[in-house]
């Protein structure tokens, strides 16, 4: 899978996502069994010649954490961390787009990132919003 268009093709068949025009790829990941649900943004960049894969997903509004909590929180997430844009904080994880080899480590990243935006969302601002 390791290219950006095996991997946009995947999840616009699999998981119904939409690309707008700069590339930013959305979807909505889905617990149907629990009744909720949380949005990522999938891009790719490159960084120091290696082509990377971003994750993304809402967390809150900046009001609703502080920056201080924010940063002592990123100590508690193994990879990826809370970054703040735009007055809004997500949950962002990257990772080599090499790595990405097949579609079962890609559902895991998704998977990953969908989970614990959702519980941090949960803890922080107590709803479903994003």
């Known amino acids: ?4 268009e095996n991997l946009l093709a995947y999840v616009q068949q699999d998981y119904g996502a939409t690309q707008n025009e700069d590339g930013l790829v ?12 949380q949005a990522l943004i999938i891009s790719t960049y490159e960084n120091n010649d290696v082509q990377w894969l971003s ?3 809402g967390v809150c509004d900046e009001s609703e954490l502080d920056h201080q909590e924010a940063l002592e929180r990123n100590a ?3 990879v990826g961390g809370l970054i703040l844009e735009e007055g809004q904080y997500w949950l ?7 790595l ?3 579609t079962d480590v890609l559902d895991e990243l998704l998977l990953y990132v969908a989970t614990m935006a959702d519980a941090l969302e949960s ?3 107590g709803g479903d919003d994003n």
């Not at 899978?1 to 950006?4: L, N, P, R, T, Y």
């Not at 962002?92 to 090499?98: F, R």
């Open 26 to 37: 959305a979807l909505v990941y889905s617990w149907e069994a629990e009744d909720r649900s």
């Open 92 to 98: 962002h994880y990257g990772v080599p787009l090499a």
């Open 123 to 125: 803890e922080i601002s």
């Open 76 to 78: 508690d997430i193994a």
């Open 1 to 4: 899978m390791a290219s950006w």
């Open 55 to 57: 994750l993304q997903s």
């Open 100 to 102: 990405v080899n097949d």
